[in-house]
Structures are given as structure tokens and as C-alpha cells.
């Protein structure tokens, strides 16, 4: 099993930035896809980003290519999602979440991953 757990959301004003962090433990795994997703009330969960754990590729949602950073600490096992110019529309839970062994083909659908954490809240207001 791999546990994963977020943190760094909270409230932040229209415009500003936030960094979330996806801490890892519990069974490690050398390869695979570490995503970040979020889910706003009344909506379906929906792809941001995700980086690979070994290469560091990463992929974007055309949503938030520009504005948001995926990036990875191998050493601490943890992946970051920095948040900037922070809109309104983004408030939602976030959450991180891991395909592994890594997949052919960059995974941007929830099915796709294994684990997932609890979320964290992202409130930004106007």
C-alpha cells in the first residue's frame, strides 16, 4: 500500500499562489505517475497534472498549463503543485494521486491511478 497525504491548501485571494505538497510513504515503488486532481462541489474530479517519478516529464490540463507547476523531491518523496494566479474558479479539494508501474501513456483519468490521498482544501477568493 502506498499512503499518500496532502497538504499546503487554504484561503487565498484572487490572484495569489499557493504550493501543495504530496507527501509519499508506506510501500515505495521506483517507477510510475504521480498526478495531481481536484474536485470542486457538484463536479466531477478533473486532471491538472502529473509528473513521472523517475524521468520527470510532466503533463498538463490545458486548464492550468502556465499557471500551475508540477515538480517532484525524490529524496523526500514528495510531489508539489505550485499554484499561480489563482482564480475564483479554483477553488475545489485537491488531490494527489499515484499510477504505478509506470504506464505507457501519461494517465489523466481517475481510473487510472492506484492510490489516492484525502485532499486538501483550496478556497480563493474574489
Known amino acids: 500500500q502506498v499512503q499518500l497525504v496532502e497538504s499546503g491548501g487554504g484561503l487565498v485571494q484572487a490572484g495569489g499562489s499557493l504550493r501543495l505538497s504530496c507527501a509519499a510513504s508506506?510501500?515505495?515503488?521506483?517507477?510510475?505517475?504521480m498526478g495531481w486532481f481536484r474536485q470542486a462541489p457538484g463536479k466531477t474530479r478533473e486532471f491538472l497534472a502529473a509528473?513521472?517519478?523517475?524521468?520527470?516529464?510532466?503533463d498538463y490540463a490545458a486548464s492550468v498549463r502556465g499557471r500551475f507547476t508540477i515538480s517532484r523531491d525524490n529524496a523526500k518523496n514528495t510531489v508539489y503543485l505550485q499554484m499561480n494566479s489563482l482564480k475564483p474558479e479554483d477553488t475545489a479539494v485537491y488531490y494527489c494521486?499515484?499510477?504505478?508501474?509506470?504506464?505507457?501513456?501519461?494517465?489523466?483519468?481517475?481510473?487510472?491511478?492506484?492510490?489516492w490521498g484525502q485532499g486538501t482544501q483550496v478556497t480563493v477568493s474574489s
Open positions: 508506506g510501500r515505495t515503488f521506483s517507477s510510475g505517475v
Open positions: 509528473i513521472t517519478w523517475s524521468g520527470g516529464a510532466t
Open positions: 494521486a499515484v499510477d504505478t508501474p509506470m504506464p505507457r501513456f501519461f494517465p489523466t483519468s481517475v481510473k487510472e491511478y492506484d492510490y
